[in-house]
């Protein structure tokens, strides 16, 4: 007999079918039981007589079996239908009691005992729920950008040289000499805007940060656009707010059920996203808040806070682009405001008052790549030379940005540690499961 | 003026445009000049009087320029259109002359020079048409999966032991302690099947491989599935022939123009792939090929040849499933035959007479792997202690395989080295560009 999933019982009423699945849960009452049966498609109910519970004598929660049994209509169960007469066979016993539970309404472990437990623990259903919308958000930006004409990239993750700066990479020992792992793939994501126009990148990231905060992870997924024939970062926001504005169509579309299971809130997204020039938000901030941040070369956390909580009043918007950030602050290759050229035309997106994304435009010009390596005290230019090649062989005004998957995951669903929005974490602490 | 692409040429007879793009060509003839451009459409012709072409004077190719001009039919254009009265401004000039030419139909330069110019070298047309396809693969296998109800994982690739052996694993110093860079998805793919049942990833993977061969990388990207609730192999083998299928039906829908550039020829792909038993297979082998390899542990890529012209021959099949591999060659989380358990549940998938795909049903229950790992030696358990507890806490029957995406390539468009079928290669002599 074929198996069918628990969510095809409704089109079977009288028949025998055969489910399988992990034992999620059972509640002997002596007359009647019930097992609860957790499979791809969610949770079937499975009733016992007495005698027919004998059959679970040696069965322990997370046991894998097959049931075979008539379906029968049963208002009380979930998704309306249950399993009469059960015929039961272990596929695969487990012998010992469960580290926690994880057919609770609430998943009663500390951070760390899930982590350590987690091949286990991500079987409970608001987990999956979790991860199945992660998958989602993969989906959503992938496929915006293809209806768009970006073509995806695969770029190498050990590379000859650390990325942006010398600090926070891990370093390969490869074939006796020394590589690191890609920080990001910003260096081949620019190189392939002269392939491509349109690129982007779904990929892990490796920083080697020793900060053991409930914000830092040491590899992650990046989720990278790079685009050409740009007038200038303007034209990036506007981009991104279509990528996040697709992703979110899409999880609305297919991931109901998770965004409902997980109690998400949707974010306020207006038609354009907001945005305040940096030294405005300064003002703004000092005018309103009563702290004479301006001047300072970034804004803090509590700044950005207040940004937020501004923006939503304001614009009924959960985004806010803070544009302009000083140069200094920004990686070498950041393309100056020709205006101003002490500030530059990049950005920050928030997302509910904190930072979700950096991007913004990035010089094209070979000797502008010379000057700002010099400004960097950068001379030996031989390390970036794979990187310098695309432009002194011409590329057109281009810019992008990234986004973290686990930080989109955080700010969206409330998540209150980094850890919980990645299958298995990496830390300075953590390197297992 | 907003930019139009090339391709869109057609929709603006007798209007002004602007288009940009690279330098692809220039012909100077005097009288009549023709300059073509490479936008991500595709090649633009741009028509100059002799005055007009006074523009060009410091124009080398591979500037970026942007060009505002007339469109006017013409037969003998690229796309049937072209740009008259241009006016041209450059976005970015290139200084020097370039390492090869990128505009001829044939490319001559010798790999190394290729790929130690590949920022450059990949603008060439069928270049991007190949990397194009690439993209187009990883869509078609993730968008069947999709449909059948996989989730997309993403695992980590920083790990604290090696997964199948010991050897051939990139060692990382991970904030003073070792670390290793995935070999596969394996352990983890496995345990996910415990969360989602059906799982893919798509993801580097990283071989410490000290061979200079043209069929080895050091670092690729691996198309990996695992599911679960199987019968045995032949239901993974089932999935995969979809999958495969899936694969082609997604780039003959979307991919014609870069299979056509690439003179791609498409594979013969019967209703059910055939397969032949190992022992079969040698037997035949000695029977038709004089050559007595029975008893042996492996294939030869000799033999695999021969089994891959009689698929063809028997079968019009381009894919032929090998089944059953010895048991001692395969890694110990492999699932024996029931029947015969010197023999495996295993399989390999030939692509032309070359072995494309490995996979098979994997052990599932905890004391099985007990016993398996004891049988390769380890007797300490506790560097498998995460992958393990996914059996301690019940795990269907299961099992899967990984598609090498830059081997699918190479044997689909008949490539002669591993090496041009990734953007950036990693080997034993290459870390970059």
């Known amino acids: 007999m074929e198996r069918i999933y628990g969510s095809e019982l409704g089109a079977y009423i009288g028949q025998k079918v055969k489910v399988a699945g992990w034992v999620h849960n059972l509640r002997k009452l002596g007359k009647v039981n019930f097992l609860t049966l957790r499979d791809v498609s969610g949770i079937v109910q499975v009733f016992l007589t007495k005698s027919e519970a004998a059959q679970l004598d040696n069965v322990l929660p997370e046991s894998v079996i097959e049931v075979q049994g008539v ?25 010992e009691g469960l580290p926690f539970s994880i057919n609770q309404p609430e998943l009663k472990a500390h951070l760390d005992t899930f982590l350590d437990y987690a091949p286990f623990g991500l079987r409970y ?50 074939f006796g000499r020394p590589a690191y792992l890609a920080q990001s793939p910003q260096f081949y994501k620019q190189i392939m805007v002269g392939v491509f126009e349109k690129v982007y990148e779904v990929a892990p990231v490796f920083r080697a940060e020793p900060h053991a905060t409930s914000r830092h992870l040491n590899e992650y997924i990046s989720l990278d656009v790079e685009v050409g024939f740009i007038n200038n970062h303007l034209d990036v926001m506007a981009l991104l707010s279509h990528v996040i504005r697709g992703i979110f169509t ?64 304001e614009y009924q918007s959960d985004f806010l682009f ?41 010089l094209h010009l070979y000797e502008d790549y010379q000057r700002a390596l010099k400004k960097q005290g950068i001379s030996d230019l031989q390390t970036f030379d794979g990187y310098l ?7 057109p005004p281009h810019g992008g940005f990234a986004i973290g998957l686990e930080r989109f995951l955080m700010q969206l669903t409330g998540a209150s540690n980094l850890r919980e929005t990645v299958l298995f974490p990496r830390d300075i602490n953590r390197l297992s499961p």
Chains 1, 2 share one sequence.
């Open 71 to 95: 379906v029968a209509a049963e208002a009380q169960a979930p998704g309306g239908y249950e399993i009469h007469q059960p015929e039961i066979k272990a596929l695969s016993r487990v012998s």
């Open 125 to 174: 259903p608001q987990k999956k729920a979790l991860f199945r919308l992660s998958a989602g958000v993969m989906q959503g930006f992938r496929n915006y950008l293809d209806q768009q004409g970006f073509t995806e990239i695969a770029t190498p993750k050990l590379v000859e040289s650390a990325t942006e700066s010398g600090a926070n990479v891990f370093a390969v020992n490869y």
């Open 250 to 313: 899409h999880l609305r579309a297919n991931y109901t059920p998770e965004l409902e299971a997980l109690e998400v809130e949707m974010p306020l997204i207006p038609d354009v996203f907001p945005h305040i020039y940096f030294p405005d938000a300064q003002e703004f901030i000092y005018q309103h808040h009563q702290e004479d941040c301006r001047g300072e070369p970034d804004l803090a956390p509590q700044h950005e806070r207040w940004l937020g909580e501004w923006a939503k009043q």
């Open 322 to 362: 803070v544009t302009g950030y000083p140069i200094e602050k920004r990686p070498f290759y950041t393309h100056p405001d020709p205006e101003n050229p002490r500030y530059s035309n990049s950005f920050d997106l928030l997302f509910r008052g904190t930072e979700l994304v950096t991007g913004g435009q990035r």
């Open 389 to 395: 090649q695309a432009f002194r062989y011409g590329m």
